[in-house]
């Protein structure tokens, strides 16, 4: 059994920042892919970063410059730094985890973020 569980969501003004992790428990001890998605309202989930084995990122072009993905050295916990957040980056925030690939990686249960004009 694997839980993933995200944290950090909330409440900010635009311009603002938030820090979202995710966390893994159970019988896995690492994982090699790691991944935030977002899915706003109305609007199909999409991936916002990827972070890769020895840290390979990868950004979707509406948070270049803005967010960073990180993790911890024991590849159980996922980061998002998000800096200059807009009220468009309004969504439920999902973290997945993978061993091998996304694919068959395990989904966070979300946490929302919510940015004011």
């Known amino acids: 059994q694997v839980q993933v569980t995200e944290s950090g969501g909330g409440l900010v003004q635009a311009g603002g920042s938030l820090r979202l992790s995710c966390a893994a428990s159970?019988?896995?001890?690492?994982?090699?892919?790691m991944a935030w998605y977002r899915q706003a309202p109305g609007k199909e989930r999409e991936v916002v970063a990827t972070?890769?084995?020895?840290?390979?990122?990868n950004y979707a072009d509406f948070v270049k410059g803005r967010f960073t993905i990180s993790r911890d050295k024991a590849f159980k916990v996922v980061y998002l730094q998000m800096n200059s957040l807009q009220p468009e980056d309004t969504a439920v925030y999902y973290c997945?985890?993978?061993?091998?690939?996304?694919?068959?990686?395990?989904w966070g249960q979300g946490t929302q973020v919510t940015v004011s004009s």
């Open positions: 997945r985890l993978g061993v091998r690939s996304l694919s068959e990686g395990f």
């Open positions: 159970g019988r896995i001890s690492s994982f090699n892919v």
């Open positions: 972070i890769v084995g020895g840290g390979i990122t």
